[in-house]
């Protein structure tokens, strides 16, 4: 099998770059040569720098991935769904290339996107850069643990690589970013019961709450429908903010993209009784995009391929 992208099954790390650029260069050719020199400076740094745990991940835009790799598209590459119900929406602001940068040391996540924003500068705009970082033991920046039903171990690799079936796609995984902005003044000033009630567990143990109800984030979020332990996609975002602006970042992987797209439908649209994801009165999207991280198998070797 393809050797999948590190970033897309690695553990939780303290420190995150997200990059999103859009493609000024004709040369597909010269684009292509980049994306696997991105793949030397991952390696590079995580063989020069092992305690700082890196791990990288290069995304190709949905409209993108033709011009950059004429020929066979991946079966379920589709635009980022366009979800909106009555005040609530997931906005679409597709870009070419997401590049996700993790790792346990800050210095070193710099160290590696400048590396990436001097390789890509004469190629690609950059569009959107993001510095996400680990909250406490790991909890999103409403208080609540983020992630917590993350598949573990190797089941990581099932639910978000495409296997064998597939062999010219095989390692590759489905990739979908949004960036949350939450309204935290307005969530602090719910009692801990009534922001329980909205996330529909415990804020302290993560334990599914007495208050959670069919609007309740973890219900209107779930998407483990064949384990009732695990989710069906991994969750590899991370809060982001300073003293003005909070939210978060988020990142899943999955071996298919319908996973996701049930999810957010369930999110913003809900039930025909009108049960939504209570949590988007709290936080909403400002951007949205589909991506595709091939292999690195596929990345390396479509520098002679075309």
Known sequence: MSQPQKGVCAEPNLHAQYLLFNVSDDDATEVRAKLARILDIFDHYDKEHYE???????????SYWQELYPGPVP???????????????????????????????????????????????????LVESVSGFRYLDGR????????????????RREMAIIGDENPLFAGGSYIHVQCYKHDLRRWHSLSERQQEQVMGVTKEHNLVSPECSDSSHVIRAATNWSDESHENLILQGMPYGDMTTQGLFFVCCANSPRIFKSRLYSQVVGTSEGDYDRWLDFTSAESGGAYFAPSVTFIQESVSRF
């Open 52 to 62: 700082a745990m890196v791990t990288g991940m290069i995304a190709v835009g949905e």
């Open 140 to 155: 999103d920046l409403n208080g609540f643990v983020y992630g917590a039903n993350n598949p573990r171990g190797l089941k």
């Open 75 to 125: 079966s379920e590459l589709s635009a980022f769904p366009d979800v909106q119900c009555d005040d609530r929406s997931a906005p679409v602001t597709q870009c070419d290339l997401f590049i996700q940068i993790r790792t346990d040391r800050v210095d070193i996540c710099y160290a590696i996107g400048l590396e990436v924003m001097e390789l890509m500068r004469l190629h690609a705009e």
